[in-house]
């Protein structure tokens, strides 16, 4: 487990337009962990300077809720620029950064948000970076892309935005390969694996959620974005340790450490062998489950 992954939680990571203020007013009763304000494909080319005020704004107020406050900005450079100078303030956690191409694409960005966040008299490095991977350009430099700059705290695969560059048709099938590459791309830079190895365009059926969820969970990926608050509690359940998860960690742990008091390497419980990296693992579950509980007592 990586230090962000205890640091932040995200299981649920919720996409609410920018410029919405009736949306955003609830924003923080949804039980997102975090909340994604998007400045990006929920709002028309049209109100994009409007947008930018209302989510100034919004960051302001949503600030000292429980969900993490993080902004979707735009792809082109022009537009990019605009929604920094509007967004970078005390509130803001991190930015999802569409259409990331490259590693020198961030390391540009990473320039124009430390000079806004000492503008705005915040310590650099206080907004992460969220790069979205959504072309075949971007996953082929995916590994570069997650080691590009320090601010990078999580890594996701934009599935329709890929599909449509891949001329693929989106679906489980289809978008789990893309998706395992950024994980392990993310996994290797010390970043969280964002995602659901499906498309998310589908808030229909929660339960058929959760199970996606779970499925996802067990290739490592620790939480994944959804575009309606019905989809909010299926991700936050299906992303925690389960209580028998818990139990079963408490107890190889215990053998675990048990057993080296006998200068035994290695156990068995119920017949199975258990060694270091499962104990390792079990540790992980530890500090999943301790970290989600923090952060519940925190919003408590």
């Known amino acids: 487990m990586t230090q962000d992954d205890t640091a932040r939680v995200w299981r649920s990571l919720l996409y609410m337009p920018a410029d919405n203020p009736k949306f955003l007013a609830k924003a923080q009763d949804r039980g997102a962990d975090a909340l994604i304000l998007d400045l990006e494909d929920s709002v028309a080319p049209h109100n994009k300077a409007a947008a930018r005020a209302t989510c100034r704004q919004a960051i302001a107020n949503l600030a000292h ?7 979707r900005i735009n792809a082109p450079l022009r537009h990019a620029i605009r929604d920094l100078e ?4 005390p509130g803001l956690n991190a930015l999802f950064l569409p259409k990331t191409e490259s590693a020198g694409m961030l390391i540009a960005l ?7 966040e000492a503008e705005a008299g915040i310590p650099c490095g206080s907004v992460g970076f969220v790069p979205m991977i959504e072309t075949p350009k971007a996953l082929l430099a995916a590994e570069r892309i997650a080691a590009a700059t320090g601010r ?5 695969l934009g599935g329709e935005d890929f599909a449509t560059a891949a001329h693929l048709t989106p679906s489980a099938e289809t978008l789990t390969p893309p998706k395992l590459q950024v994980a392990l791309a993310a996994r290797a830079a ?17 339960e058929v959620m959760y199970h996606t969820a779970v499925r996802s969970a067990a290739f490592g990926f620790v939480g994944a974005t959804c575009i309606h608050p019905t989809m909010v509690a299926p991700l936050n359940r299906a992303f925690s340790p389960s209580t028998d998860d818990i139990s079963a960690a408490k107890q190889v742990v215990a053998v675990m450490e048990a057993a080296w008091k ?6 068995q419980i119920n017949g199975k062998m258990i060694d270091m990296p499962v104990y390792e693992r079990a540790k992980d579950v530890l500090a999943r489950g301790a970290a989600i509980d923090h952060k519940l007592s925190r919003s408590g």
């Not at 809720?65 to 902004?71: E, K, M, S």
């Not at 006998?262 to 156990?267: E, F, K, L, Q």
Request: no cysteine; proline share 7%; charged share 15%.
């Open 152 to 156: 990078n705290v999580a890594l996701i």
């Open 65 to 71: 809720g429980p969900a993490d406050i993080l902004v």
């Open 262 to 267: 006998t200068n035994a390497g290695a156990a």
């Open 86 to 89: 509007a967004v970078v303030q």
């Open 190 to 206: 010390g970043l969280m694996p964002i995602g659901i190895l499906d498309t998310v365009a589908d808030f229909s059926d929660p």
């Open 110 to 116: 990473d320039e124009v948000v430390a000079s806004l």
